[in-house]
T-cell receptor, first 114, second 114 residues
Framework: AQSVTQLDSQVPVFEEAPVELRCNYS??????LFWYVQYPNQGLQLLLK??????LVKGINGFEAEFNKSQTSFHLRKPSVHISDTAEYFC????????????FGSGTRLLVRP | ETGVTQSPTHLIKTRGQQVTLRCSSQ?????VSWYQQALGQGPQFIFQ???????GRGNFPPRFSGLQFPNYSSELNVNALELDDSALYLCASSTSGGAGDTQYFGPGTRLTVL
């Protein structure tokens, strides 16, 4: 079975400061990794995903994430956040040998303060 | 690119009733998945349909059922509603349902069971 742990339920940060949202996963098989963002009263939007290749993945809105296989981590980073980045962020995995489901973490609420 | 729509936006039902939620996928997307997101939690996979056939199911009882139609629309039906069914229900569509495919989420239907 697979599981995803997002270590921080809420991360407060000041505008223009850097931020890192942590994600660790557990799986006995190889997985793909995803970060999604959910703005209030909206569905989930894909920020970035890791399928293969370079372990540093760049996504939309200036976010990037680094896959670390030995640490089974996929932390999300942004060098300078904006008020508009305030949202819920979800890390997710899917098995490489399975076609049908994303397994999500419990989410991290990023709260950007002026 | 998004374009997944869901209806209704909000719904209030009483325990024991039945409910049907609807989703319209992007044109050309043969796969639709449904997720349940309880308050403060990450989405949980309910099931996936590929070309009108159920392609995988999560840990949900049989009173959760679905249909997918040739016109890229789909339904989630829940019978004998329970209080714990109160949640945001999300549908997501993708082209082929492959493990690395991007799933495009709709805005969700908020179901409240009283």
């Amino acid at each position: 079975a697979q599981s995803v742990t997002q270590l921080d339920s809420q991360v407060p940060v000041f505008e223009e400061a850097p931020v890192e949202l942590r994600c660790n996963y557990s799986s006995s098989v190889s997985v793909y990794l995803f970060w999604y963002v959910q703005y209030p009263n909206q569905g989930l939007q894909l920020l970035l995903k890791y399928l293969s290749g370079s372990t540093l993945v760049k996504g939309i809105n200036g976010f990037e994430a680094e896959f670390n296989k030995s640490q089974t981590s996929f932390h999300l980073r942004k060098p300078s956040v904006h008020i508009s980045d305030t949202a819920e962020y979800f890390c997710a995995v899917s098995r490489m040998d399975s076609s049908y489901k994303l397994i999500f973490g419990s989410g991290t609420r990023l709260l950007v303060r002026p | 690119e998004t374009g997944v729509t869901q209806s209704p936006t909000h719904l209030i039902k009483t325990r024991g009733q039945q409910v049907t939620l609807r989703c319209s996928s992007q044109s050309g997307h043969n796969t639709v998945s449904w997720y349940q997101q309880a308050l403060g939690q990450g989405p949980q996979f309910i099931f996936q349909y590929y070309r009108e056939e159920e392609n995988g199911r999560g840990n949900f009882p049989p009173r959760f059922s679905g249909l997918q139609f040739p016109n890229y629309s789909s339904e989630l039906n829940v019978n004998a509603l329970e209080l714990d069914d109160s949640a945001l229900y999300l549908c997501a569509s993708s082209t082929s349902g492959g493990a690395g495919d991007t799933q495009y989420f709709g805005p969700g239907t908020r179901l409240t069971v009283l």
